[in-house]
């Protein structure tokens, strides 16, 4: 969330910078601004009668009789109104709060113009595209032709965007996730496995609720818990509500989660195989960092998702997301792409982001510098590092042998017994 006071006194400002993401995005401050406009008469009139008070109370100390009563019953009067208009302010700045909940965070200044994905801007490439002696073909096919792969059962069983995996492959999803949590282990980050149900407020603290409930699955229970789209959620809110010690950051946290998600903005998108489902597992990197250290942290993260992608040999690109494509709630965002040689096409496998202290604010997460500092909003970052049913697609189609047989990664053959390669479930 952004900073109440600040918008409320700067909404011009707050209007340019929020336009570059998207004219929406400005017009959302458009209820903040009659708000603010109150705000501030109320704050100048409350200022004028505690000036009035403190006069009439200097005047009390110079008089006697029906001039003192007079005199005390005007600042009775005063203070009702002073209190009746802090009341009002209070609720006020409550309802500018509460419009600022679907308000999205500022790009940073190192963000690129632009509104669609074909503005972004590839930062770097890793590695080289395989080449193949014939058509290579995409992963859905190449993992039911394996027999390791079944959509229609699952359709059958849950619906559209579900699969089961079976043999072999249900292991290397199994194998990844190990081999990404030995990954960031070895980079300084504390393994985590979170609750995968979390309540409203945890929702509400990384920015998921109110804007975008109609992408969570929720519980009828009372109260309601929503499963969770990310392990960003709950791991993010891990510190909700408390003061850490300065002295302990940058805290590191990677946790594996299954992540669950409506997918009700993506209707006809990827309705094929495994890239988009309402079920999937990840990998996430969170990371809880001093102001002044995140942006050279977003670079680490960036590296940190890379990683397992380089350790597989999987050729891949670091896009710098322009203005009008990053999420509601970055402040700057890397994607990472992996070449799908069955797509002829790069696809996301990671988003890695920083939110400054978008979310921080909203969730209450503080850092005291030192000793007897006051404290200050942490700033947040997290990636996934990274989401494995992608990562099996990748595998699958970059992996491919005309015989329909998938050879395996080198780096991944120790979590899977050795295995070299995948052939059709017997």
């Known amino acids: 969330m952004l900073d109440l006071k600040w918008v409320a006194a700067n909404l011009d400002e707050a209007k340019a910078r929020l336009v570059r993401r998207s004219q929406a995005a400005a017009d959302a401050l458009a209820p903040i601004e009659a708000l603010a406009a109150e705000r501030k008469s109320l704050i100048t009139n409350s200022e004028q009668q505690r000036a009035e008070q403190k006069k009439a109370s200097e005047q009390m100390r110079t008089l006697k009789g029906d001039e003192q009563a007079a005199l005390r019953a005007q600042l009775k009067t005063l203070s009702e109104e002073v209190k009746s208009k802090e009341h009002a302010l209070k609720e006020i700045e409550t309802a500018i709060e509460t419009a600022l909940l679907s308000v999205p965070n500022f790009p940073r200044a190192e963000v690129p113009d632009g509104h669609s994905m074909e503005e972004n801007v590839v930062a770097r490439t890793w590695g080289d595209k395989p080449a193949f002696a014939f058509a290579p073909k995409q992963h859905d096919a190449l993992g039911e032709a394996l027999g390791l792969l079944d959509f ?43 609750p995968y149900l979390v309540n409203a407020d945890s929702m509400r603290g990384t920015g998921q609720l109110p804007k975008f409930e109609a992408d969570l699955f929720k519980t009828t229970s009372d109260p309601a818990l929503y499963l969770i789209p990310t392990a960003e959620v709950p791991v993010t809110n891990y510190h909700r509500d408390e003061i850490l010690d300065g002295a302990e950051l940058p805290k590191k946290y990677a946790a594996y989660s299954p992540c669950f998600r409506s997918e009700a903005g993506s209707y006809g998108k990827d309705t094929k195989g495994l890239v988009r489902q309402h079920q999937f597992h990840k990998v996430e990197l969170v990371r809880f960092e001093k102001p002044e250290a995140s942006q050279a942290a977003l670079a680490q993260l960036v590296e940190d998702a890379q990683e397992p992608l380089k350790r597989l040999g999987l050729h891949h690109r670091v896009v710098l997301l322009c203005a009008g494509d990053m999420g509601a709630n970055a402040a700057q965002c890397y994607d990472l792409e992996v070449w799908l040689p069955g797509q002829d096409a790069f696809r996301e496998i990671s988003s890695c982001s920083t939110f400054d202290d978008f979310q921080a604010r909203r969730a209450q997460i503080r850092f005291r510098p030192a000793a007897g500092d006051k404290p200050q909003l942490v700033h947040t970052l997290n990636g996934s590092g990274l989401a494995v049913g992608r990562t099996v697609v990748a595998i699958l189609e970059n992996g491919q042998q005309e015989d329909g047989s998938v050879v395996l990664p080198a780096a991944i053959r120790p979590y899977m017994g050795g295995l070299e390669k995948l052939t059709p479930l017997k």
Not at 167 to 191: M, P, Q
């Open 152 to 194: 229609e059962r699952a359709g059958k069983v849950s619906g559209a965007r579900f699969a089961f995996y079976l043999g072999d492959l249900a292991r290397l999803e199994r194998a990844l996730v190990t081999f990404f949590l030995d990954v960031h282990r070895e980079r300084g980050y504390v393994e985590m496995i979170p």
